[in-house]
C-alpha cells in the first residue's frame, strides 16, 4: 500500500502560479513578521555594557573606567581620589538645586576631606530640617562603604523627580555624605584583599577609629588631622543621627563600644595590666541610657538589609550575631571610637556599619553589595524623624540658642541650634525633657510619643529673677536649687549648665592605661591582631 501525502504532484502544479505572484511580496512579508516593536531596547546597563566592548575591540582606546559623567553613569568600580573628586563635582554641578559640595579639611597628604550635602535645600540650613550623615572609609582598606555612598548620592539625585519616598527625604532632611575619611589609606590598599592592616591606617600609622576623646579611659593618641576635621565638623553641625561604614564584617555595632575599666573581674585580676587584659577581651556589654533606641536603629539597618538580620557569621571561626546587631563593647571593647565620641560628646546617635565579610572585595561584587545596602542606607537616615523636636523660645519668641536638654533618666543629652531646634530620636511611650539654659530658669515638660509620627514640643524659658530673702525663683515662684550670681539688672544668673550632659564620669584606671611590661604588650598586640581581622 502506497502512503501519498495530502499535495500531490499535479496540486503542487496548479499552486505554481499563485506562488510565482506572491515572491514580490516576499520581502514585505519577512518584514511583517520581524516587528521592531519585537525587538528587546537594550537597558542603560546594557548600553554601556556594549560600549564598554566596543571600546574594548577598538585598538589603541584608553581602558574604559569607572563612569561617564556625560551619561550619567556611575559604573561599579572602585573609584581613586581624582575620579571621586571629579564625580563630586560633576554631580554639584549637574543638580546644584539638590546637592552642594564643600571640604572639611585635609588628609596628611592633602587630599580634601569631601562632604556632599544632598537635599532640596543643600546651601543652607532650613528651619526644622534636621541633618544627618554617613561617614565612610575611615579605615583606608574598607572602601565598599565609600563606593555604597557614591551609589547613594547618584540615586539620590537621579530619584528625586520620580521617587517619592526619596523626595520627602530630601525635602525634609539635610543629609551630608563623607564618603571618605581616610583617603591616604586607601591609596595604598590593595582590591581583593579580605584581611590585614595595609591601607587601615593614615599616612601618619594611626588608627582614625581609635583617635577620638573617650568616655572611658584617657587617650592619649596624638590627634590626627582628618580627626580633628571631623570634630570641628560635628561641633559647628548639630547632627541628629549618623551611620559610619566598615568592612570586615556583616554587623550593625551600637554604642558604647568601650566599657568601664574600673569594673574588676573576680578570681582574675591580679595586677592592673593584666586586669585591663582580661576586662578588654571579657566580651560584656556597655550600654547607653539610650539603648533602646540604639537597638532599634541597628535593627531598622539590618532588618532592611539583604543578609544582615540572618546573623550569618562571615567565617567559621568568626562570631554570629542575633539579628545581626551586637553591642559595641560585647563585641570587643576599643577605646577612642568615633561613635561613641558623636554620642556621648554632642548628643548624635551613630552606630557603626559592617557591611562586607572581606573589606576590600573585588570590584564585581560591588553591584550585589549596593543591591544589598540600598533599601537599608535610606530608612536608616529617615529614623531622624522618630520621636521629639521642637524649639526653645523666651517669652518673646526668640530662639534660646545652646540651651542643654535631656531626657529625664537618660544621662546623654544635647543642646538647641542657633535657632533654637531640637531633636531627639525615642520610641513611643511617655517622657520628661529637662530644659536649662543661663539666664532663665530650668524647666521641666512631660510629652508622648507614638509610633505614627513626631512629637512637635515647643518649651518656653522664663527668666530668672532674685527675690531678696528667697533666692533665685522660677517662673512658677519656685525656688531654684544650686547655686548662682547676681546678673546685671538684679537677674540671677544660674551658674552655666555644662555645655553637654553626660553620664557620671567613671574614673580613669591610670595604673592600667600607663602600666607597662609583658600583660600590657599582650593587650595592645591582641587589640591590633583583633582589629586587623574585624574592623
Known sequence: MILRTPFAGHQLLQLLPSVLLLLP????????????????????????????HQMAAEPGLPEPRAYLPDAQHLDFVYHDHEELTRFLRATSARYPNLTALYSIGKSIQGRDLWVMVVSSSPYEHMVGKPDVKYVGNIHGNEPVGREMLLHLIQYFVTSYSSDQYVKWLLDNTRIHILPTMNPDGYAVSKEGTCDGGQGRYNARGFDLN??????????????????????????????????SLHGGALVASYP?????????????????????????????????PDDDVFKHLSLVYAR????????????SATPAFENGITNGAAWYPLTGGMQDYNYVWYGCMEITLEISCCKFPPAYELKKYWEDNQLSLIKFLAEAHRGVQGFVFDPAGMPIERASIKI??????FQTTKYGE?????????????????GFAPREVEFVIVEQHPTLL????????????IGAMGAAGVPIGGGGVMGPGGLYRPIPAPQHYRPPVPPYAGAASSDSGIFSTISNGLNSLYSNIFG
Open 25 to 52: 511580496l516576499l520581502p514585505i512579508l519577512l518584514l511583517l513578521l520581524v516587528r521592531p516593536s519585537d525587538a528587546k531596547t537594550p537597558s542603560p546597563g546594557d548600553q554601556l555594557q556594549m560600549q564598554h
Open 458 to 469: 515647643n518649651v518656653t524659658l522664663q527668666p530668672s529673677k532674685r527675690i531678696e530673702g
Open 210 to 243: 581609635r583617635n577620638f576623646p573617650d568616655y572611658f579611659k584617657q587617650n592619649n593618641k596624638r590627634g590626627q588631622p582628618e580627626t580633628d576635621s571631623v570634630k570641628d565638623w560635628i561641633s559647628k553641625i548639630q547632627f541628629v543621627l549618623s551611620g
Open 408 to 413: 529625664k533618666g537618660r544621662d546623654v543629652g
Open 256 to 288: 558604647y563600644d568601650n566599657t568601664p575599666n574600673s569594673r574588676l573581674l573576680k578570681g582574675i585580676c591580679r595586677s592592673s595590666a593584666l586586669c585591663a587584659m582580661f576586662q578588654t577581651y571579657s566580651a560584656a556589654p556597655s550600654l547607653t
Open 304 to 315: 532592611n538589609h539583604a543578609k544582615m538580620s540572618r546573623g550569618v557569621a562571615c567565617k
Open 422 to 438: 531640637f531633636w531627639r530620636i525615642l520610641l513611643p511611650g511617655y517622657y520628661k525633657v529637662e530644659v536649662f539654659a543661663e
